[in-house]
């Protein structure tokens, strides 16, 4: 069982940076392929980025890509998203998601553990 808590969320303006935190609970964290997703106001939940069990690979979405950062620190208990040039577009609660595997994961399904999510909010 792991429990995540998410953090860093916020409201910063267009251009601007923000980093999210995600602490997993637990001594096996280094057991699971860690992922980010984002939901907006009525839309459906997405893949932001994955990162596998070991940290070596990553995975973002194309609307992220160059401009989002995943990392963890499995010392630490710890995965990261470092976002840069965020954009209205941004705007979501993001959320820290655990997937049992070694590899990185892109659908929801494939995440069987969950946090309660934080608010990023980017103003034009």
């Known amino acids: 069982q792991v429990q995540l808590v998410e953090s860093g969320g916020g409201l910063v303006q267009a251009g601007g940076s923000l980093r999210l935190s995600c602490a997993p609970s637990?001594?096996?964290?280094?057991?699971?392929?860690m992922g980010w997703f984002r939901q907006a106001p009525g839309k459906e939940r997405e893949f932001v980025s994955g990162?596998?069990?070991?940290?070596?690979?990553?995975a973002y979405a194309d609307s992220v890509k160059g401009r989002f950062a995943i990392s963890r620190d499995n010392a630490k208990n710890a995965v990261s998203l470092q976002m840069n040039s965020l954009k209205p577009e941004d705007t979501a609660v993001y959320y820290c998601?655990?997937?049992?595997?070694?590899?990185?994961?892109?659908?929801?399904?494939?995440?069987?553990?969950w946090g309660q999510g934080t608010q990023v909010t980017v103003s034009s």
């Open positions: 998601a655990a997937a049992d595997g070694s590899n990185w994961y892109q659908t929801i399904a494939d995440y069987a553990y």
């Open positions: 990162i596998s069990r070991s940290g070596g690979v990553t």
């Open positions: 637990g001594r096996t964290f280094r057991s699971y392929a």
